[in-house]
């Protein structure tokens, strides 16, 4: 699948603030999913988007389907050590998943 | 639920020899699965796509003949890697998706292989 357009690359923050990425791309997708990785684990979904416009929410995570179908993004609340890792954004239409880059969140506790 | 396991976690082998790495959806049936490489720091990229008992699909640039896919049934997905080479060395994820998932994918833990 195409890659996304995935920023921040990289970010360190203080515990407790909060963190934002997002995603753009050039097509339009009807799903939007974030996931996260640990070191040495596979990806674990965070939260699912099937919808333009929708807001959800996964305890201190929010996650945005923007209005044109073409971006997405994520919010991490009162961020804790363990949200350490790398965040994945990906997009579909059927079933092959097209994934950003990455943005790596490291915390300074 | 949507629980999908790998085993091996981790292989180390000489080169020449294969390895066979497998998939497992635990809660769900997977009507499909794929297959995933990843290189450190890097995203991942799709290998292949595997529908119960058809022909696994591949991505352009994979050797179908050097990764060898198996979806016997709905919970388990073979890959094989035949005669590994150390340049085959990486991190290979398998995921899955259910008849209940939309376009949801969940992900297995990984596998590391090492060909020395």
């Known amino acids: 699948g195409q890659q996304l357009n995935q920023s921040p690359q990289s970010m360190f923050i203080q515990e407790g603030e909060d963190v934002s990425m997002n995603c753009t791309s050039s097509?339009?997708?009807?799903?939007w999913l974030w996931y996260k990785q640990d070191p040495g684990e596979g990806p674990v979904l965070l939260i699912a988007?099937?919808?333009?416009?929708e807001l959800t929410s996964n305890g201190r995570l929010t996650a945005q389907f923007g209005i044109t179908r073409k971006d997405s993004f994520l919010n991490i609340s009162a961020s804790i050590p363990s949200d350490v890792g790398i965040y994945f954004c990906?997009?579909?239409?059927?079933?092959?998943?097209?994934f950003g880059a990455g943005t790596t969140v490291t915390v300074r506790a | 639920g949507a629980v999908v396991s790998q085993h091996p976690s981790w292989v180390i082998c000489k080169s020449g020899t294969s390895v066979k790495i497998e998939c497992r959806s635990l809660?769900?049936?997977?009507?499909?699965m794929f297959w995933y490489r990843q290189f450190p720091k890097q995203s991942l990229m799709l290998m292949a796509t595997?529908?119960?008992?058809?022909?696994?699909?591949?991505e352009q640039g994979v050797e179908k003949d050097k990764f060898l896919i198996n979806h016997a049934s709905l919970t388990l997905s073979t890959l094989t890697v035949t005669s590994a080479h150390p340049e085959d060395s990486s991190f290979y994820i398998c995921?899955?998706?259910?008849?209940?998932?939309?376009?949801?994918?969940?992900f297995g833990p990984g596998t590391r292989l090492t060909v020395l």
């Open positions: 995921s899955a998706t259910g008849t209940e998932s939309y376009n949801e994918q969940f």
């Open positions: 097509s339009i997708f009807n799903t």
């Open positions: 988007l099937y919808k333009a416009g």
């Open positions: 990906a997009g579909t239409n059927d079933y092959k998943l097209s």
């Open positions: 809660d769900f049936q997977a009507t499909t």
């Open positions: 595997s529908n119960e008992g058809s022909k696994a699909t591949y």
